[in-house]
């Protein structure tokens, strides 16, 4: 609740909204990864991709020293996650792909439409996938079966919970 005390420089975490979805959808979402000590930035973007996810990044960053900017001095630039919700989870294997400044990702939910999201991954991942009605099941499983060697990568299941759901519990 109080940016910056006692000298606490914050992670970031930048989070790409699913399909048609904005981030007052996750306020919850946020509200928790935010107790944990993270700045959240989202893009105001229906239709997330990378390079959305990436000038969110390039803003947040900027601010850490920018004169007059509330988080000017107070995030840790060298702790950088980045995740999504469906489309989300997308456009953030598109936008690791091209990044060098992640630390870790997560995707919820999601999975690429072309098995090929997991190539793009060089930092440690996790997937979570909703077991119940998820449109998105078979592509995560995919992408986590395609993890390359060498990479860290947790996997859950949730049980109960369904494609949206997955974000939101």
Known sequence: ???????????IFVWGTGATATPTQYRDHFNHI??????????????VNAAALKSAL????????????????????????MG??????????DAEAQETRLTTTIHIAGGSF???????VKTPTAYMCGLSGNIAKAQCDTDFK????????????????????????
């Not at 935010?34 to 239709?47: D, L, M």
């Not at 999504?84 to 294997?93: C, D, E, I, P, Y």
């Not at 072309?114 to 793009?120: C, I, L, T, V």
């Open 1 to 11: 609740t109080e940016l910056g005390k006692d000298g606490v420089k914050h992670p």
């Open 34 to 47: 935010a107790s944990h000590g993270f700045v959240v930035i989202s893009p105001n973007n229906p239709s």
């Open 58 to 81: 390039d803003w947040i960053i900027a601010q850490n020293t920018a004169s007059g900017s509330k988080f000017n001095g107070k995030l840790d630039t060298t702790k950088i996650a």
């Open 84 to 93: 999504g919700h469906s489309l989300g989870s997308v456009a953030t294997f």
């Open 114 to 120: 072309d098995a090929n999201g997991s190539k793009k």
């Open 146 to 169: 395609n993890v390359k060697a060498g990479i860290p990568t947790y996997y859950a299941e949730l049980v109960g919970t369904g494609h949206v759901d997955a974000a939101r519990k």
